[in-house]
């Protein structure tokens, strides 16, 4: 969640607060009927609950490759992904923003600028260093552990694929 989306989130607390209380106030003076109080409180408390945040942000690892849907949770998705036989490297996007925030990403980039962008929270969700370690040799473990203690900027990679030429050598 990013800084300004926390701070909205903040305000409209706040501001159900207030008009709870408000609205309660005015209740016990008989100026306002009690129900305009309960709406605030649920609205507060709506907002509180964990699933509140209506946005979607899943991945699928399967055989053929990986893919990432996210979105509005009412609204239409969007959807990136990449196959296992057309990935050419595998990235490591650090930010400054954590640690409230998102802050280390795996890019997995496929042939034709196609390729999928997974949040470290998704990543040790579903496994996804044991599977690329399973399915790509020579991944760059070291550079996996190094940009997990950045604090900077950084981009990182772990593996790419060797081309044909260099194969034969």
Not at 95 to 112: I, N, V
Request: hydrophobic share 45%; no cysteine.
């Amino acid at each position: 969640m990013t800084r300004r989306i926390r701070s909205r989130k903040r305000l409209a607390l706040i501001g159900f607060a207030v008009f709870a209380a408000l609205s309660f106030a005015f209740a016990v003076q008989g100026g306002m009927p009690w129900w305009a109080g309960a709406f605030w409180v649920v609205g507060f408390l709506a907002l509180l609950l964990p699933g509140a945040k209506g946005l979607v942000d899943e991945i699928e690892v399967t055989d053929l490759g990986v893919s990432r849907r996210f979105g509005p949770r009412m609204g239409k998705k969007r959807e990136e992904g990449v196959l296992w036989d057309e990935l050419e490297r595998v990235e490591i996007l650090t930010t400054d923003d954590g640690p409230y925030a998102d802050d280390f990403f795996f890019l997995l980039e496929g042939r034709d600028g196609k390729g999928v962008a997974i949040s470290n929270e998704l990543a040790v969700k579903h496994g996804l260093v044991a599977i690329l370690q399973q399915r790509l040799a020579g991944l760059d473990n070291k550079a996996i552990i190094e940009a997990s203690g950045a604090t900077q900027p950084r981009r990182l990679l772990v593996w790419q694929k060797q081309s044909r030429n260099d194969a034969g050598r």
